[in-house]
C-alpha cells in the first residue's frame, strides 16, 4: 500500500496544474537542449497570447446584407504593433533606400566614385568591394563636388515649379522570399519517393513536377520587368522567389480618391512634413507592404546580430483571422474594439476616427486620419484598431474564405501571377477607416481592394509570430 502511494505522489510531482509535464523530470531520455538567439520584444509590439474564440458576425443585418456567419478558431502566440505603421516609420524604409542608392553610385566612376565609400553589398544584395563600414553615415559636409554629385542624384527638381524632392522613381527596393509551405507540399518533394504514401501506386521516378515562382529584375534599359516563370521542379531554387518594388507611397492618392475636394496639402505633404511624422502612412499598396516587412525583419536581424544561417521569425502582415482576433481582445460579445456597441463615451467623446455622420468629418475632432494613439487602446493594449485606417493583411480575399480555412491559425493565402485575372489579386482589407461609417469599422466587417492600389484611407501594422512561450491569460 505504501508503495503505491509513493508512485502516485511521485507521478503527481512529474506533472505541473491543468496535466502539463514538468521539463528536466529525469528518467533515461532526458532530451537534448537547442540553443537559441536570446530575442528582445520586438520594438512597439505587444504579445496577443494564444487563444480562442468565434470569427466572424454574430447577428444578421439585412440593411447591411450582413449574415450570421461564425466558426470557432484558435490562434498561437504573436506580436502585434500597438499602432499602425506611422509616416516617420515608414520614411524610414524609404530613406534607407535611398541612401543604399547614394552609396552604390558614391562608388561609381559616373558620379566620380571613391573607393573609401565602397561598401559589401550593395541594396540588392550584391557584393561589392568592402571599404566602409556601411553602417557609418555619410560624411554629406565633406562631400567633393562629384560626391555631391552622386548625392544629389536621387532628387528630383520640378522642371516648372522649381520644387525640390526625393524621386519617388528610383525608390526601388529588391528582396526574396522563401516559400516554406510550398516547399514543404508532398506534390513538389524533390524525391519522386517522397509524394505517394500509398504503396499499391508505383512511383515514376521521372515524373516532372511543374512549380511557378516570381522573378523580377532590371533590363538594359533600367526598367523593372516582373514575371511568373513556371519550369519543371529541380531544386530548392524553385522555390525562392524575388522582387523589385517601388516603395515610395503614392501621394496621388488624396486626389485620386476625392473627385472635387481640395486635398492638394495632403498630396504635398502628408507623408513628408514633420507635422504629419506620427500619423499612418496611407498611400501603401499591399505589396509595399510585403516590402516593408521584409525590409524591417532584416533590420531586426542586424540588431540580434544573427549569425548567418541562423532561423529568425519573420515580420509579416497579419492574417485576418489574427487581426479579427486581436481587434475583439479575442472576445465574440461586442462589434467594437472598444468592448461596447456604443460609439461614444459617457462624456459624449467619440471612441475612434470615423465618419459620424452625412457629411460630418470632424464630430471625432479629426477631418483625415489622428496622429495613432489618439484614442484609447483595446483590452489587448492596441490603438485605433476601429478607424483611423484601414489596414491589409495577408488574407487573400474570397467571398466563402471564412469556410475555406481551417480553424488553427485559419489564413487563405494565394501569391497571384501577373498573367491571373485581376480579380484573383483581391487581399481582405480590415477596420475600416477615418471615412468610414460606423457600419464598416466593426471588428467582424470584412472588405477588400487590389493588392497593387493604393488609397488614402489604408495602412497597415506588422505581426511577428511568438515561438513557444505563449500561454493562454
Not at 459620424?356 to 468629418?361: M, R
Amino acid at each position: 500500500m505504501k508503495r503505491v502511494w509513493f508512485v502516485l505522489m511521485a507521478t503527481a510531482l512529474l506533472v505541473s496544474s491543468c496535466g502539463r509535464a514538468l521539463r528536466n523530470a529525469g528518467g533515461e531520455v532526458t532530451g537534448v537542449r537547442s540553443a537559441a538567439v536570446n530575442e528582445p520584444s520586438p520594438y512597439g509590439m505587444t504579445l496577443i497570447k494564444r487563444g480562442t474564440f468565434e470569427m466572424g458576425p454574430a447577428d444578421k443585418d439585412s440593411l447591411w446584407g450582413m449574415e450570421a456567419d461564425r466558426k470557432g478558431v484558435s490562434f498561437d502566440a504573436f506580436w502585434m504593433d500597438q499602432t499602425e505603421v506611422t509616416n516617420a516609420k515608414y520614411r524610414q524604409f524609404v530613406h534607407w533606400v535611398r541612401d543604399s542608392i547614394i552609396r552604390e553610385r558614391l562608388a561609381d566612376s559616373e558620379y566620380g566614385g571613391n573607393d573609401l565609400f565602397k561598401i559589401t553589398e550593395d541594396r540588392f544584395g550584391e557584393p561589392v568591394t568592402p571599404h566602409l563600414d556601411w553602417k557609418r553615415p555619410i560624411p554629406w559636409k565633406r562631400a567633393t563636388e562629384d560626391e555631391q554629385l552622386a548625392i544629389e542624384s536621387v532628387n528630383y527638381i520640378h522642371p516648372v515649379t522649381g520644387e525640390k524632392k526625393l524621386d519617388p522613381r528610383q525608390m526601388y527596393y529588391k528582396y526574396e522570399w522563401y516559400d516554406h509551405t510550398s516547399a514543404a507540399l508532398r506534390k513538389y518533394q524533390l524525391n519522386p519517393y517522397a509524394r505517394v504514401r500509398n504503396t499499391d501506386i508505383t512511383v515514376n521516378p521521372n515524373e516532372v513536377v511543374m512549380i511557378s515562382k516570381d522573378t523580377a529584375y532590371f533590363d538594359e534599359e533600367g526598367r523593372v520587368v516582373t514575371e511568373t516563370i513556371t519550369r519543371p521542379l529541380s531544386s530548392e531554387w524553385d522555390f525562392l522567389h524575388t522582387y523589385i518594388v517601388n516603395i515610395y507611397p503614392d501621394e496621388n492618392c488624396w486626389i485620386n480618391d476625392f473627385n472635387n475636394a481640395y486635398n492638394e496639402p495632403y498630396m504635398r505633404m502628408y507623408f513628408t512634413h514633420p507635422a504629419y511624422d506620427d500619423y499612418p502612412v496611407v498611400g501603401v499598396s499591399h505589396e509595399q507592404a510585403l516590402a516593408f516587412c521584409a525590409w524591417r525583419t532584416n533590420l531586426f536581424k542586424e540588431t540580434l546580430n544573427a549569425a548567418a544561417g541562423q532561423i529568425i521569425e519573420p515580420f509579416r502582415l497579419p492574417t485576418e483571422g489574427e487581426w479579427e482576433y486581436a481587434a475583439r481582445a479575442g472576445k465574440n460579445e461586442y462589434k467594437y474594439p472598444w468592448a461596447s456597441d456604443a460609439l461614444q463615451s459617457g462624456k459624449g467623446c467619440f471612441l475612434g476616427n470615423f465618419k459620424p455622420g452625412d457629411g460630418d468629418y470632424t464630430g471625432d475632432g479629426h477631418l483625415i486620419s489622428s496622429p495613432v494613439g489618439s484614442f484609447s487602446p483595446n483590452e489587448f493594449g492596441l490603438y485605433d484598431m476601429a478607424g483611423n485606417v484601414a489596414e491589409w493583411t495577408s488574407t487573400s480575399y474570397s467571398e466563402s474564405g471564412l469556410h475555406q480555412m481551417s480553424d488553427m491559425n485559419p489564413e487563405l493565402h494565394y501569391d497571384a501571377a501577373k498573367e491571373d485575372p485581376y480579380a484573383m489579386k483581391k487581399k481582405v482589407v480590415r477596420g475600416g477607416s477615418w471615412k468610414d461609417v460606423s457600419q464598416f469599422i466593426r471588428s467582424d466587417m470584412r472588405t477588400f481592394d487590389y493588392q497593387n492600389e493604393t488609397h488614402s484611407y489604408i495602412g497597415f501594422r506588422c505581426v511577428r509570430t511568438q515561438i513557444g512561450f505563449g500561454k493562454k491569460k
